[in-house]
C-alpha cells in the first residue's frame, strides 16, 4: 500500500535546496549538481504513488541523489571521474560556497574531495550535514558499524590527505575525529 502525505511541489520546495547542495559536494560541478538535482525530482514524481513510508522523506532523497551520483560516474566509465571531476582546476567555475571560505577551509573541501567516494559520502553525512549513524545507515544502505567503521577510516584518510596538502598543525586536524 502507498503511503504518500506529500506532493511533489512540497518536496520539491522543502528539499531540493538540501539535495542540491549534497550533490554539489559529489560532484563538484554546478551544472551537472543542477542537472541531478532535477532528475533526482524527475525519479521522485515516477515513485511517489509507490512511496510506503518506511523511511522519512529526507532519507529517501539523499537514496536517490546518492544513486543518481553513482550513475552518473558509471555513464562517464571512468573509475577516477570523482577525483578528476573534483580537482579544483583554475579554468573551472569553483562553486561560490568554497570561494568564500577561509584557506583553511578550501583545504580540507579540497581534501575532502580527494577521498575515495564512500568515505566522502560519509564524512558529508555524518560530519557535514550531522546525520545521526542510523540515518546514514538507511541512506548509504549500509549498518551502522559499517558506517562506524568506514567513518573512522574515512576520517584517517582526510587527516592524511591534509597532511600531505600542508596542514601540519595536528590541534587543526584533530578538530575532525
Not at 532519507?59 to 546518492?66: G, K, N, P, S, V
Not at 577516477?80 to 561560490?96: C, T, V, W, Y
Not at 583553511?104 to 560519509?122: D, G, N
Request: net charge positive; glycine share 2%.
Amino acid at each position: 500500500m502507498a503511503y504518500s502525505d506529500k506532493t511533489l511541489e512540497d518536496l520539491f520546495t522543502e528539499y531540493s535546496n538540501l539535495m542540491y547542495r549534497f550533490l554539489l559536494l559529489m560532484v563538484n560541478n554546478r551544472e551537472e549538481a543542477e542537472d541531478l538535482t532535477q532528475e533526482v525530482f524527475i525519479r521522485v514524481q515516477k515513485a511517489l504513488p509507490n512511496f510506503k513510508g518506511e523511511s522519512s522523506y529526507k532519507t529517501w532523497l539523499y537514496t536517490i541523489a546518492r544513486n543518481l551520483v553513482y550513475d552518473h560516474c558509471r555513464k562517464k566509465k571512468t573509475m577516477n571521474l570523482l577525483k578528476n571531476l573534483a580537482r579544483f582546476d583554475r579554468s573551472e567555475p569553483i562553486p561560490q560556497e568554497i570561494i568564500e571560505m577561509k584557506e583553511q577551509t578550501q583545504l580540507l573541501y579540497k581534501a575532502l574531495l580527494e577521498l575515495k567516494l564512500p568515505y566522502r559520502e560519509v564524512i558529508i553525512l555524518r560530519k557535514i550535514k550531522g546525520y545521526q549513524i542510523s540515518e546514514t545507515a538507511e541512506i548509504l544502505g549500509w549498518t551502522d558499524s559499517k558506517v562506524k567503521t568506514t567513518l573512522h577510516r574515512a576520517l584517517h584518510a582526510l587527516k592524511n590527505e591534509l597532511m600531505k596538502m600542508g596542514w601540519n598543525n595536528d590541534d587543526q586536524v584533530n578538530f575532525i575525529g
